[in-house]
């Protein structure tokens, strides 16, 4: 943090010149994003509450329309929901880690993945996640 103008009259103060920028930067971020996060609130949340009223009224009519109780009901389609995020599928057509759907994954990850910056050792491996393959770049 150098003295500008050859005068260091406010070096002794809590706040010189660069951290007031990085104040203002941090301050202009954060009003962009409450500004941001208005704009999809805004346009979204009518839109989320009507499905919610439609998922609803379908509920409820297929509760009654196959004369199950809501509770289970409820306690079904979130043990299908659970199943849905484990990969177990409803259709069986083929399994999700076939070796088809698995070089796909390994494709998908391998393009979309950015090179590593750190080049003192080279990399098969990504920083954040050991499971993700990168490529080899060595320089």
């Known amino acids: 943090m150098a003295c500008r103008g050859g005068c260091c009259c406010g070096s002794s103060s809590p706040i010189n010149e660069d951290n007031a920028r990085f104040l203002l930067l941090a301050l202009f971020i954060v009003l962009y994003l409450l500004c941001g996060a208005a704009v999809f609130s805004a346009l979204e949340q009518p839109k989320e509450r009507e499905a919610k009223e439609r998922w609803a009224q379908r509920f409820e009519h297929f509760s009654q ?17 659970e199943a849905n995020v484990a990969g177990i599928r409803v259709d069986t057509i083929r ?15 391998v393009s979309t993945i950015g090179e590593v910056h750190n ?21």
């Open 119 to 139: 080049r003192k050792t080279c990399a098969f491996l990504s920083h954040a996640n050991l499971f993700r393959w990168r490529t080899l770049k060595c320089v």
């Open 95 to 109: 399994p999700r880690w076939d070796f088809t759907g698995a070089f796909y994954f390994v494709g998908t990850v």
């Open 65 to 81: 329309k196959y004369n199950l109780s809501k509770r289970d009901l409820r306690n079904f389609l979130r043990n299908y929901e």
